[in-house]
């Protein structure tokens, strides 16, 4: 079946520091991946997604590409804000309606 | 566009009362997805709704779980008995044509079964 795999947190941070959170997945054929950010109190928001191999999603300074060789989708930011303090979760889709979510990591961003 | 609305934001009740989570979804969109949010099981589809009709419902839990569409701008989560184990955060999404534009998520439930 399909499974998303996210690094476990929580992950804290300095402002401006560079933010990587690892994603790998396991699926039968070629799914969609996504990001989804979570404030806290609030639902998902999707924040980027790519849709096949060697894509590369972006949106507010976050950047992730599909990488089929390795089944991974690695999200980086090279400057975080206290802003960004959140929860990422990895998500996937072979149907183009049910998506697959990691765990979630925790991220907080220290002035 | 006010976003998926759902109500109530919290709810507290006691085990074996029934509990009636509601769902607005954006205006416009034609699929709609309760999910759970548990610290141990993480997010959990429960049910998939397409043009008001329930296509995918495997991820309900048991019996006690049922959810409605009686219409495009409304549905319900209905928990009867709740117990405590279904103690979680509820989220409603809604979408148009699928994933082409993601899902927009409501800001949730907290249900707290005592």
């Known amino acids: 079946g399909n499974s998303v795999t996210q690094m476990e947190g929580p992950v804290t941070l300095s402002e401006e520091a560079f933010l990587t959170i690892n994603c790998t997945y396991t699926a039968t054929g070629y799914p969609s991946l996504f990001w989804y950010v979570q404030y806290p109190g609030e639902g998902l928001q999707l924040l980027l997604k790519a849709t096949k191999a060697d894509d590369k999603g972006s949106n507010k300074g976050f950047e992730a590409t599909y990488r089929k060789e390795t089944t991974s989708f690695h999200l980086e930011k090279g400057s975080v804000q206290v802003s960004d303090s959140a929860v990422y979760f990895c998500?996937?889709?072979?149907?183009?309606?049910?998506?697959?979510f990691g765990a979630g990591t925790t991220v907080t961003v220290r002035a | 566009d006010a976003g998926v609305i759902q109500s109530p934001r919290h709810e507290v009740t006691e085990m074996g009362q029934e509990v009636t989570l509601r769902c607005k979804p954006i205006?416009?969109?034609?699929?709609l997805f309760w999910y759970r949010q548990t610290m141990m099981r993480g997010l959990e589809l429960l049910i998939y709704?397409?043009?008001?009709?329930?296509?995918?419902d495997s991820g309900m839990p048991e019996d006690r779980f049922s959810a409605k569409m009686p219409n495009a701008s409304f549905s319900t989560l209905k928990i009867q008995p709740s117990e405590p184990r279904d103690s979680a955060v509820y989220f409603c999404?809604?979408?148009?044509?699928?994933?082409?534009?993601?899902?927009?998520f409501g800001s949730g439930t907290r249900l707290t079964v005592v």
């Open positions: 205006s416009g969109h034609n699929s």
């Open positions: 999404a809604s979408s148009y044509q699928g994933l082409n534009y993601g899902y927009t």
């Open positions: 709704f397409n043009n008001n009709v329930p296509i995918d």
């Open positions: 998500a996937l889709s072979e149907d183009d309606y049910k998506l697959s």
